[in-house]
């Protein structure tokens, strides 16, 4: 076991918090065999409302210069693909309905260390649509935008869905993946547990008359309730910005239908040799906390890092914390 406090750069985080304790950084096994970095030696709950938004509300809106490109996929379709930063390559996988802007709260602490690599995903935002959208396939439509980026091997972060196209991308085209991290995401072929009835028609919206409707239902759901109380404009922002950019209906149920395809990815990841960092937030409605557990213990040398507190989209509720374990670990 590791014990050691948390380095001095990570005071900035307060924004104009009171001081706050010493943390202490454990490394732990737990009953499931699973590696767990956690946080000792704090009030949580003090530490849940101070790092809510640890970088200032102000810098979720910060733009960040990015070089835009344009990816070729297989089957011909063209990729939006936006580049910013120097150094280490890190790509961005989106989740379900989500474009590239869903990294935006992260991008200006991970654009200031790494070079980040961002899509939209076929079908949405800048990106044209068309083809069979299949996880496989959107692992290799990932494989295109790091050619077009011209990266042989990066680090490839996947959130929610994105995180199983990841899985589909190191198993897969293990030569391209040189470290994984999984936010937020869950097992692929089944193996996971599902959320409850309730919440996952709230984040599809069902019954909603406009998108801006349904995804004001969804974010009843993708963020804690804490976040939701002490970050209400944030969250409008959100629906806002999906309402001006809604996703297309067969888009939306095609990546539905992807996701619930029976495959043999997860019994693959036994045989992972890429360092594996899985991310997730405890209290997420959308991907219960326990598919994280089950990751991190299929995939060879994994380490879990909850963030206790957070729902579903944990790196809007915590941006800086999230990029800054994100660099460290790169």
Do not use: W
């Amino acid at each position: 076991m590791f014990d050691g406090t948390a380095g001095d750069d990570d005071d900035h985080l307060a924004g104009t918090c009171a001081q706050r304790p010493r943390k202490m950084l454990r490394v732990r096994v737990d009953e499931r065999g699973a590696v767990v970095l956690d946080l000792g030696g704090v009030d949580e709950e003090a530490r849940h409302a101070c790092t809510h938004g640890a970088a200032p509300i102000a810098r979720y809106g910060v733009d960040v210069s990015r070089e835009r490109l344009s990816a070729t996929t297989l089957d011909g379709v063209q990729l939006a693909v936006f580049v910013a930063g120097e150094g280490t390559s890190l790509l961005l996988i989106p989740g379900l309905g989500a474009r590239s802007s869903v990294f935006d709260p992260i991008m200006p602490d991970l654009s200031s260390r790494l070079r980040v690599i961002t899509y939209d995903p076929r079908g949405l935002g800048e990106s044209g649509d068309g083809g069979d959208i299949t996880l496989a396939n959107m692992a290799l439509d990932a494989v295109a935008v790091l050619d077009a980026a011209r990266v042989g091997a990066a680090a490839v972060l996947g959130a929610s869905m994105g995180g199983l196209i990841a899985q589909h991308l190191v198993v897969d085209h293990p030569e391209r993946v040189a470290r994984l991290i999984l936010a937020a995401t869950a097992p692929g072929g089944g193996r996971g547990v599902a959320a409850n009835p309730a919440d996952r028609a709230a984040l599809l919206g069902r019954g909603a008359r406009t998108p801006e409707d349904a995804y004001r239902q969804a974010c009843t759901v993708l963020y804690s309730p804490h976040f939701q109380r002490t970050h209400p404009a944030f969250i409008e922002d959100q629906i806002t910005e999906r309402a001006r950019n809604p996703v297309g209906p067969r888009v939306f149920s095609s990546q539905i239908l992807a996701m619930s395809q029976a495959d043999d990815s997860f019994e693959r990841l036994a045989g992972v040799t890429a360092p594996a960092l899985v991310l997730h937030g405890t209290d997420d409605a959308v991907t219960p906390y326990e598919n994280a557990r089950i990751l991190a213990r299929q995939i060879p040398d994994a380490t879990l890092r909850p963030f206790d507190g957070c729902g579903h989209l944990f790196f809007h509720e915590r941006p800086a914390e999230t990029a800054r374990v994100i660099a460290e670990a790169l």
